[in-house]
């Protein structure tokens, strides 16, 4: 069954460092997304992207987030300069349609020192 | 916005009996409605999905029910194992262009054996 697939499974930084997270979305997938999950709490949502544009975002995703699709299989995100708060558990997700089911990455661990 | 709760925030059951989450939903454009399973370190997984044109839905020992009048949904499950132990999450969408999916704050099962 095709998985959407994270890179790196853990990332360690310093504070005010820039961090990248890398996604592959499954391959006929055309929404895809970040949502991050502190630990023990909700699954939280940040930022969704269609046709090359983000389509929504939450408060969350300030200046300090970005994302791009460099190429026909890459997703990523990237924060800027990382703060403390930002560590947590950040899983991509992509859909086939609006409105389906979404399916979920194993998740990228950051943890910002 | 969008806003889901989620009822009760852990639940214990004898193995064999029945549980039963529940979640209710503020804005009544929501129109899908999935269950995720997140066992310990994992990603979550889609466990049951509802959309709004339905009542009841059932997947062997897993059942989903909604209401739309008064915007709620549960989940049932029967039977319980100890491998149904893991944080269950509800979430809603609606037809909004960006498919922001907005996940309640998640059940802690314990199947005690």
């Known amino acids: 069954e095709p998985e959407v697939t994270q890179t790196p499974s853990h990332q360690v930084t310093q504070m005010g460092q820039e961090v990248i997270l890398r996604c592959v979305p499954i391959s006929n997938h055309l929404y895809f997304y970040w949502y991050r999950q502190i630990l023990g709490q909700k699954v939280e949502f940040l930022v969704s992207?269609?046709?090359?544009?983000?389509?929504?975002k939450s408060e969350i995703f300030d200046d300090q987030f970005s994302v791009e699709r460099p190429d026909g299989s890459n997703f990523t995100l990237k924060i800027r300069s990382t703060k403390l708060e930002d560590s947590a558990m950040y899983f991509c997700?992509?859909?086939?349609?609006?409105?389906?089911?979404?399916?979920f990455g194993s998740g990228t661990q950051l943890s910002v020192l | 916005g969008e806003n889901v709760e989620q009822h009760p925030s852990t639940l214990s059951v004898q193995e064999g009996d029945s549980a039963v989450i529940k979640c209710t939903y503020s804005?009544?454009?929501?129109?899908?409605f999935p269950w995720y399973k997140q066992e310990l370190g994992k990603r979550p997984q889609l466990i049951i999905d509802?959309?709004?044109?339905?009542g009841e839905k059932k997947d062997q020992r897993i059942a989903v029910t909604l209401n739309k009048t008064a915007k709620h949904f549960s989940l049932h499950i029967t039977e319980t194992q100890p491998e149904d132990s893991a944080v269950y999450f509800c979430a809603a969408t609606d037809d909004n262009y960006g498919q922001n999916f907005v996940f309640g704050p998640g059940t802690r099962l314990s199947v005690l054996p």
């Open positions: 509802i959309r709004s044109n339905v």
């Open positions: 992207f269609y046709n090359n544009e983000i389509s929504e």
């Open positions: 804005d009544s454009a929501s129109n899908y």
């Open positions: 997700a992509s859909s086939e349609a609006h409105n389906e089911k979404l399916f």
